[in-house]
């Protein structure tokens, strides 16, 4: 079946550092649509980043990420950390049309000074 | 800009309880979606509805029954409550099945005595 796999629970770093959260994929459909959303303290998901095009890397806020089919990667990164970045981070892949959005386990970053 | 609404924001019950929560949207959407947060587990899809009168299972309904009354309301009942149960419970919608980009509401606790 369809899957998202995010390998970290957890990712501390400090402040103007960079950061990098992985996400890898499974899946049998061609078409497909990958996303970060980002989760406050306290708030709903919200979306971070879209992408559906392969090698094309999509920005938002400061984060970058390029979807990879060769290597069924979409991972998250930003070149230097701010406290404010501090937050729960999912990965999601949308197959197909099937309407479906699966989320990985998703992954808290964690920013200190 | 559109809002979404649950209801209750909190719900306590008994064990064996049938327990209901509802979720309104004023975006005008056509699917919506019940997801269930557990720390760890990341996002899991209880039931989702492409468009007004259509139900479709997700990877957890077992224990569940949904409900899409209106285009604009689809509700979740937990069908028999599981003794010292804690989850989060997260409705969301989106302009069209396999778009991906998901408006979430702030979500349902659910505590179990």
């Known amino acids: 079946g369809d899957s998202v796999t995010q390998t970290e629970g957890l990712v501390t770093v400090t402040e103007g550092l960079p950061v990098k959260l992985n996400c890898t994929y499974q899946t049998t459909y061609l078409t497909i649509a990958f996303f970060w959303y980002v989760q406050y303290l306290n708030e709903a998901p919200q979306v971070l980043l879209k992408s559906s095009t392969d090698n094309k890397r999509t920005e938002h806020q400061g984060f970058h990420a390029t979807l990879h089919k060769s290597s069924s990667s979409f991972h998250l990164q930003k070149s230097s950390a701010q406290l404010s970045d501090s937050a729960l981070y999912y990965c999601?892949?949308?197959?197909?049309?099937?309407?479906?959005?699966?989320f990985g386990l998703g992954t808290t970053l964690q920013v200190q000074p | 800009g559109g809002i979404i609404t649950q209801t209750p924001k909190f719900l306590i019950g008994q064990e064996g309880q049938k327990l209901t929560l509802k979720c309104q949207q004023n975006?005008?959407?056509?699917?919506m979606y019940w997801y269930r947060q557990d720390s760890g587990k990341g996002l899991r899809l209880i039931y989702y509805s492409i468009t007004e009168n259509d139900l479709q299972k997700g990877d957890l309904s077992e224990g569940y029954d949904a409900s899409r009354e209106k285009k604009s309301s689809f509700s979740l009942t937990v069908t028999s409550a599981q003794k010292n149960e804690m989850a989060v419970f997260l409705c969301?919608?989106?302009?069209?099945?396999?778009?991906?980009?998901?408006?979430f509401g702030e979500g349902s606790k659910l505590t179990v005595l």
């Open positions: 999601a892949l949308t197959p197909g049309n099937t309407g479906k959005l699966i």
């Open positions: 975006f005008n959407h056509d699917t």
């Open positions: 969301a919608s989106s302009m069209g099945a396999g778009t991906g980009q998901l408006y």
